[in-house]
């Protein structure tokens, strides 16, 4: 299951760095690792072996066929996941020594699947996301309360919040439980297919929203399906097959044509995006062309 894993290479005595959205570079120190991580389900091992290094301040987006594993990865960055073996470290740390609290205030969570208690309204869903940060003797507070009004703003959700979520479409609560996520307001953000069910214009709109909080300083991690948004977006790419990483680094350094072709078996031509000059994925399909 482990295959050799690429990765840009440069000088020993430089930094490792990543190029954000704004032409300006974040260093590669990572808040966030996994050291020789094996997680699975059940009986089932998915990934083995896994050392990965989220930079910090990045924009890191994983990508790779339907279950290469992908989420599980990221499920076990979140703690949802148990390891066999090795270990998820924040700041040094195995996040298994962290208090649940404690770690929700550094680390949040957008799961592929959400399910809402019944009869919750949106507002109340949404300052769920507040717990992290209430204390015993003081359960609501000012932050408390400009944090969800941001969060409903930011994900134009403000004018659903005294609706009930089960009575709303899929697109609207993908959008409500994005808003609990930025309400909880970590500097750390794992996002699960953030864009399922919702439409190109919200898919657009909520990637906007994600560059703005990453200029801003936050960390995300994200699953794409999408390789085109996935190479306009991020800053940092982590390419799996066969749950294994097989290369690490830009979008410039990753979207090529043979990568594209060796983790997704898609032959392709990779030219430069006419709008944001990231590389572009042109599909060829399955017949034979030049």
Request: with cysteine; hydrophobic share 40%.
């Amino acid at each position: 299951m482990t295959r050799q894993k690429r990765t840009a290479t440069m000088p020993a005595s430089t930094p490792a760095s990543v190029t954000t959205g704004s032409g300006t570079t974040a260093s590669s120190t990572a808040r966030l690792r996994t050291d020789d991580l094996t997680i699975g389900y059940d009986k089932r091992v998915i990934s083995e072996h896994l050392s990965v290094l989220i930079p910090d301040g990045s924009f890191t987006v994983i990508v790779g066929p339907n279950a290469c594993g992908k989420s599980t990865l990221l499920r076990g960055l979140a703690r949802l996941l148990r390891p066999r073996q090795g270990q998820v470290l924040l700041d040094g740390r195995s996040i298994a020594a962290f208090g649940g609290k404690e770690l929700a205030r550094e680390v949040g969570l957008l799961p592929q699947t959400s399910l809402a208690p019944d009869g919750i309204t949106v507002f109340d869903l949404v300052a769920r996301g507040r717990y992290p940060h209430q204390k015993l003797l003081t359960q609501w507070s000012a932050d408390d309360e400009r944090a969800v009004a941001a969060a409903l703003t930011a994900t134009s959700t403000t004018e659903l919040s005294t609706r009930l979520v089960d009575e709303l479409s899929g697109g609207q609560r993908q959008r409500v439980w994005v808003a609990m996520a930025l309400a909880q307001e970590t500097p750390i953000l794992l996002l699960d297919e953030p864009t399922t069910f919702l439409d190109i214009a919200h898919q657009i709109e909520l990637l906007e929203l994600f560059r703005q909080l990453h200029s801003q300083g936050r960390t995300l991690v994200a699953v794409l399906h999408d390789l085109n948004q996935a190479a306009r977006y991020a800053t940092h790419l982590i390419a799996m097959k066969d749950g294994s990483v097989v290369a690490e680094g830009t979008p410039r350094e990753l979207v090529t044509e043979d990568l594209v072709d060796e983790v997704f078996g898609l032959r392709c031509r990779v030219i430069d995006d006419p709008v944001a000059g990231c590389p572009m994925v042109i599909p060829l399909g399955t017949a034979s062309l030049p």
